[in-house]
């Protein structure tokens, strides 16, 4: 089975926290599936907790609002909260069509029980994602962008497509600001992970999207990256200076990452069986997974584990 060549840093998360999760939420969609039951999985793949469409409205509005902010327009905090709202509660009720389809084939109460989808406070929800905002926009950097200290810069939107090595890259920065002879490439990260080694390779992927583009320089070293990411309440700021060597190890993270994605996708078989496509990392995935009902592992990761390692032994002792 062939695994269109993709590459984002989300994809890449979700591949190694979940290799099962990542195989139906990218790599069911091939003729050669069952389209009912692939078509029923792949929408449950993307059913969100309230606090990921928070994350995600949160994220929306900031972009809005830079959209904004280049066109000279600023808003007010009654505004800012509005927006926040309206995006809000237009993500969740466009995931609401999605469930509909759900209860008519019965599969909506357990996805409501499994992420709590009942449980809802919109207004701790909004008063986070305020607090996000009006946070980021205190931040040095946005503040140099509000007094127009800077002359260029530009807001990405995020499905635009890159490309390296005949890799598809969606992995382009949120801001690119020229400051003297560079670009500082800025990546507004909604909800920062723990800093992982991998974390300075993820982000000079960017370097790999924007370079050669509208003019954009091809040196690596004419970059800078700016991670700017929330851990634990507050904004986190992490500079990294791009240059060559790091750029040839960035794109190599990605070839690597490419073909372990087709390796996984490979142990599908010409059953597309899942007994030797490995479940969950951590149990604190599945708590965010809409597939738990349909999943070996998603009562009891441990216990699933175990089962499926029976079921790759037999499928292997097969031959
Ligand atoms: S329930 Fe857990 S193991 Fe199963 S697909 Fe979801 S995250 Fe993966």
């Known amino acids: 089975m062939e695994y269109h060549k993709v590459w984002s840093k989300s994809r890449r998360e979700l591949f190694l926290a979940c290799p099962r999760w990542w195989v139906i939420r990218y790599g069911l969609n091939q003729a050669n599936w ?5 078509q029923q999985w792949h929408s449950m793949s993307d059913i969100r907790s309230h606090w990921d469409l928070m994350l995600r409205s ?10 904004d902010l280049q066109m000279n327009v600023e808003w007010s905090p009654l505004f800012t909260e509005r927006k926040i709202r309206e995006n809000l509660n237009e993500k969740i009720s ?17 996805i409501d029980e499994n992420l709590k989808l009942n449980d809802i406070d919109i207004e701790y929800l909004i008063k986070n994602s305020i607090k996000r905002i009006t946070t980021l926009w205190n931040n040095d950097f946005i503040q140099a962008l509000v007094s127009r200290f800077h002359k260029q810069w530009m807001v990405f939107e995020r499905i635009e497509r890159g490309s390296v090595n005949g ?26 992970k723990k800093n992982s080694s991998f974390e300075e390779l993820e982000a000079m992927a960017m370097v790999s999207w ?15 990256i700016r991670v700017i990411a929330w ?36 142990k599908l078989g010409k059953n597309n069986s899942f007994n030797q496509i ?27 584990i175990m089962q499926q390692s029976a079921l790759e032994l037999a499928d292997l002792s097969k031959g």
Not at 94 to 109: A, C, D, P, R, Y
Request: aromatic letters at 6%.
């Open 34 to 38: 069952d389209q009912s039951k692939s």
């Open 58 to 67: 949160c994220k929306q509005t900031i972009f809005e609002r830079l959209e």
């Open 94 to 110: 466009q995931q609401q069509k999605i469930l509909s389809m759900h209860e008519v084939i019965g599969t909506k109460k357990a």
């Open 167 to 192: 890799v598809d890259l969606y992995c382009c920065p949120d801001i690119a600001v020229k400051i003297q002879n560079h670009w500082h490439l800025i990546r507004i990260d909604m909800q920062g």
């Open 210 to 224: 924007i370079r050669g583009k509208n003019n954009f320089p091809i040196l690596a070293n004419k970059y800078t």
């Open 231 to 266: 851990r634990n309440g507050f904004w986190n700021q992490q500079r990294i200076e791009s240059s060559k060597q790091k750029l040839t190890q960035s794109n190599y993270l990605i070839d690597s990452d490419i073909i372990q994605m087709q390796k996984m996708l490979s």
């Open 278 to 304: 490995p479940l969950a990392r951590k149990s604190s995935t599945c708590r965010k997974c809409a597939l738990r009902e349909s999943c070996p592992g998603g009562t009891n990761l441990s216990s699933g």
